[in-house]
Nanobody
């Protein structure tokens, strides 16, 4: 069993907001930069944002200015606050340790589905 549990997805209208959570085991979380990734239908999994152990953050593409990644080291949890959601944000969202190329990772949680639609 992969020790990553994502939650918080759902159906939201364009322009709406959601906050995703990811509970990780200590062996994955401690000392690692963590990231959110997403995989839209028919597309490859892509990096959305990552956060270092000291909470420095980096965002990719359209996530910049709309999404906020954060972490609670005591709870071993990573969050993704998503605002101004667009239909193109529709995807399954996953968290994991940070790699520039998500294909470098071979173990994933179940993810959480975000659907942006009116």
């Amino acid at each position: 069993q992969v020790p990553l549990v994502e939650s918080g997805g759902g159906l939201v209208q364009p322009g709406g907001s959601l906050t995703l959570s990811c509970a990780a085991s200590g062996s994955i979380f401690n000392g690692n930069s963590m990231a959110w990734y997403r995989q839209a239908p028919g597309k490859r999994r892509e990096l959305v944002a990552h956060i270092t152990e000291r909470s420095l953050t980096v965002y990719q593409g359209s996530a910049q200015g709309r999404f906020t990644i954060s972490r609670d080291n005591a709870k071993k949890t990573v969050y993704l606050q998503m605002n101004s959601l667009k239909p193109e944000d529709t995807a399954v969202y996953y968290c994991n340790v940070f790699f520039w190329n998500p294909d470098s990772l071979d173990a994933w949680g179940q993810g959480t589905l975000v659907t942006v639609s009116s």
